[in-house]
């Protein structure tokens, strides 16, 4: 494993984390996703946001 993420340039971790991804969904695991949070837990209302502008 070591050898294989240092050919693809990644630290051993990470190529840890994507075996570990791989494993439980497949290829379609390891497709890019966003980083941002799943939910805003302080954001203003719509109509708020209508106002200010």
């Known amino acids: 494993m070591v050898d294989a993420a240092s050919a693809a ?3 051993k971790r ?3 984390k ?8 497949g290829e379609a695991a390891l497709d890019d996703r966003s980083n941002a ?3 805003i837990r302080h954001k203003l209302p ?4 209508e106002e200010i502008k």
Request: charged fraction near 20%; aromatic fraction near 14%.
């Open 37 to 39: 949070p799943h939910r």
């Open 9 to 11: 340039g990644i630290s």
């Open 14 to 16: 990470t190529a840890f």
């Open 46 to 49: 719509d109509q708020t946001i």
């Open 18 to 25: 994507w075996l570990a991804r791989f494993r439980a969904g």
